[in-house]
């Protein structure tokens, strides 16, 4: 099975950097994603990670350690609007193709 | 990106009634498709897999006469909650995965979800 743990909430100010961590146990792992979901919405796509190391999109980048089942989002220039949950996914293979087990979330406020 | 979509957006039914929610991929072949279920303040639940032209892959708990899946073509999978109780209300997700069109095959695309209140 899958475990995945982040933590619940973190605060943040406007302009600021914030580092999301997820840990993860899997037996089968076939990449994480990151996923920015607003309240009554559905998640939409940040970052996928299959090989260790850094992947850096905008003010997004995410960064993976597969031997430390770890990773984490770094979110630059913290905007209002960045206010939202931030859902840590991995992907594992089924017989059916990619199936995502999610995190709980992180839920992120940005203060001014 | 590829597009999914979700029919209704929301839908409140009464207890014991049962309600039908599609999924659509727009611009790409789903070979396969996700149904999601999550409750206020928690994460993404998987209920479901489904691939075109075969039975649906529950996960545990999830009862397989009650949350009815049919994924009859490349673009569309429907979800029917059969005698829905109070306790279904819940926001329900679907996402697919293809490699065709605009679709990236390690990505799944979410549609913008339903939200199922029962009364």
């Known amino acids: 099975g899958q475990n995945i743990d982040q933590p619940t909430e973190m605060t943040a100010t406007e302009g600021a950097i914030v580092q999301i961590n997820c840990t993860y146990q899997t037996s089968g792992f076939n990449g994480l994603f990151w996923y920015q979901q607003h309240a009554g919405e559905a998640p939409t796509f940040l970052s996928y990670n299959v090989l260790d190391g850094l992947e850096e999109k905008g003010r997004f980048s995410s960064f993976l350690s597969r031997s430390k089942g770890y990773s984490y989002l770094l979110l630059k220039e913290l905007q209002m609007k960045d206010s939202a949950s931030y859902l840590c996914?991995?992907?594992?293979?089924?017989?059916?193709?990619?199936?995502?087990?999610f995190g709980t979330g992180t839920q992120l406020k940005v203060e001014l | 990106g590829a597009v999914v979509s979700q029919h209704p957006s929301w839908v409140i039914c009464k207890s014991g009634t049962s309600v039908k929610i599609e999924c659509r991929s727009l611009d790409f072949q789903a070979t396969t498709m996700f149904w999601y279920r999550q409750f206020p303040k928690q994460s993404l639940m998987l209920m479901a897999t489904?691939?075109?032209?075969?039975?649906?892959?529950?996960e545990q708990g999830v009862e397989k006469d009650k949350f009815l899946i049919n994924h009859a073509s490349l673009t569309l999978s429907t979800l029917t909650v059969t005698s829905a109780h109070p306790e279904d209300s819940s926001f329900y997700i679907c996402?697919?995965?293809?490699?065709?069109?605009?679709?990236?095959?390690?990505?799944?695309?979410f549609g913008p979800g339903t939200r199922l209140t029962v009364t």
């Open positions: 489904s691939n075109e032209g075969s039975k649906a892959t529950y």
């Open positions: 996914a991995v992907s594992g293979i089924t017989g059916g193709g990619n199936k995502l087990t």
């Open positions: 996402s697919a995965t293809g490699t065709s069109g605009s679709a990236i095959s390690y990505e799944q695309y």
